[in-house]
């Protein structure tokens, strides 16, 4: 890096680290869809006697809301106040996902429970060697759980009942996993309002949903699916960058790259690459949301997209090195490691 993009970059993480400490009750307005991932550890030390397959000892089990809940979680965690809409199904894990919600003391008045559905429930089982090795490896996901979208009387009551809250919020999150929560004309209503009232819009985005997304502030892809994008298109990944900035009306792409680090790409500038300072990649589960809670809270209290980005970035790189099921972001967290990033800087300029 440059002495100028140093010297940025070390201003920067001053104002990200004055932010943790001064973020107090800000209003996020969250819509989206919300699942519940469930983790089974255990060992497995054997193959099957039938079949080459492992067979799993699962010693612990845990879950925690995933998708947008897992945003709602992280701006609470912030010490901002969430104004979360979204749907489930009236079953256990939907009770589930409302008890942890409950806890942490976040509202779940706008939360929807919808009889007779199955909310969508992410399984993993991890195994690892005993007394070999300390992490487990993934060895399957299964999905339980409807990928039906909801009905279109539930998704105009959620869009409405968010925007009556975009008011006096500071920043609007749209997380779409294209289970029907937010449909493309509400999604777009919601970003007309939003940009009316001069708030900024990240939107976590399917790659076949982008029109729902058309005149956000901010939107987020990983690494993989913007090269399907730029391919989609035709250009290479900078000039496919700048075309859907400027066909969808977006400021920025935020692209994660996990080990390889972000990329920033903004209207009629040059990219900017953050590279990732993570110690180790030992899980990436939950990097999307880390990064939208990030962006939410540095552009919802008016940093730049510079700022808000390189925020994301400190955040999916705990994200990474976190085990799994305890990929929460926190302020207590983030901070400490914006402190080694400041101190990683300060050794390196000797």
């Known amino acids: 890096m440059t002495d100028a993009t140093d010297e940025r970059r070390q201003k920067s993480l001053k104002t990200l680290r004055n932010l943790l400490e001064t973020l107090d009750g800000q209003k996020v307005t969250l819509i989206g869809d919300t699942m519940l991932d469930r983790y089974h550890h255990g060992f497995a030390n054997n193959l099957n006697s039938t079949a080459p397959v492992p067979v799993l000892k699962i010693t612990h089990s845990e879950e925690s809301p995933g998708a947008s809940a897992h945003i709602a979680i992280g701006l609470s965690s912030f010490g901002m106040n969430v104004s979360f809409h979204t749907a489930l199904g009236d079953d256990s894990e939907g009770k589930s996902i409302i008890h942890t919600l ?3 003391n976040i509202s779940t008045d706008n939360v929807r429970l919808i009889p007779s559905r199955e909310t969508l429930t992410k399984i993993r089982f991890f195994g690892s060697r005993e007394s070999l090795l300390d992490r487990g490896q993934i060895l399957l996901q299964a999905d339980r759980g409807t990928n039906e979208p909801v009905s279109q009387d539930v998704s105009s009551k959620l869009a409405s009942s968010a925007l009556k809250d975009l008011g006096d919020s500071c920043a609007l ?3 779409d996993y294209d289970k029907g929560v937010v449909t493309t004309e509400e999604s777009l209503k919601l970003i007309s309002e939003a940009n009316k009232i001069g708030i ?3 939107v976590d985005p399917k790659l076949t949903g982008l029109e729902k997304s058309r005149g956000a502030s901010v939107v987020i892809f990983e690494k993989r699916g913007m090269s399907l994008l730029a391919r989609r298109i035709g250009l290479d990944v900078e000039d496919a960058a700048q075309s ?3 066909e969808y ?3 920025g ?3 994660l790259g996990g080990i390889n680090g972000v990329q920033l790409y903004q209207r009629d500038h040059e990219s900017i690459m953050i590279p990732c300072m993570a110690p180790a990649a030992e899980q990436q589960i939950g990097m999307h949301d880390a990064a939208a809670t990030s962006l939410a809270a540095a552009l919802g209290s008016g940093l730049s997209l510079y700022d808000a980005a ?3 970035s400190a955040s999916c790189e705990c994200v990474l090195s976190a085990n799994t ?3 929460y972001i926190d302020r207590d967290t983030l901070g400490v490691w914006l402190d080694e990033l400041s101190w990683q800087m300060r050794i390196s300029e000797r």
């Open 102 to 104: 409950n806890e942490l």
């Open 173 to 175: 999150v749209i997380s």
């Open 200 to 202: 900024p819009i990240i």
């Open 244 to 246: 859907m900035l400027s």
């Open 249 to 251: 009306s977006w400021k």
């Open 253 to 255: 792409i935020l692209v």
């Open 310 to 312: 390189l925020l994301a």
């Open 325 to 327: 099921a305890q990929e």
